[in-house]
């Protein structure tokens, strides 16, 4: 099993950035991949940004060009690195891991970070 705690969220004001940082403990060297997750009141939760093994990344359209999404092995950190920020990407953010589970994957997830993007 893999524990993750995200850090880092908070009030911002449009144009401002944040750096979101999710740490992961417990049995790391299954991960598949890493990333991070959003949800704003009334909608689903949808994808940021993955990062692989092999430091592939992908980004959401809604942030190519903003966010970064990085990692740092030796620390078991996933960082995101927000710029630009808008307010319609205020949401609580969620670090999520998955993992083999035999032939099959599951999900674990963070208990999220609230991110409000405001003037």
């Known amino acids: 099993q893999v524990q993750l705690v995200e850090s880092g969220g908070g009030l911002v004001q449009p144009g401002g950035s944040l750096r979101l940082s999710c740490v992961a403990s417990?049995?790391?060297?299954?991960?598949?991949?890493m990333g991070w997750y959003r949800q704003a009141p009334g909608k689903e939760r949808e994808l940021v940004a993955l990062?692989?093994?092999?430091?592939?990344?992908i980004y959401a359209d809604s942030v190519k060009g903003r966010f970064t999404i990085s990692r740092d092995g030796a620390k078991n950190m996933v960082y995101l690195q927000m710029n630009s920020l808008k307010s319609e990407d205020t949401a609580v953010y969620y670090c999520?891991?998955?993992?083999?589970?035999?032939?099959?994957?599951?999900?674990?997830w963070g208990q999220g970070t609230q991110v409000t993007v405001s003037s």
């Open positions: 999520n891991a998955v993992l083999p589970l035999g032939t099959l994957t599951y999900d674990s």
């Open positions: 990062i692989y093994s092999a430091d592939r990344t």
């Open positions: 417990g049995t790391i060297s299954s991960i598949i991949r």
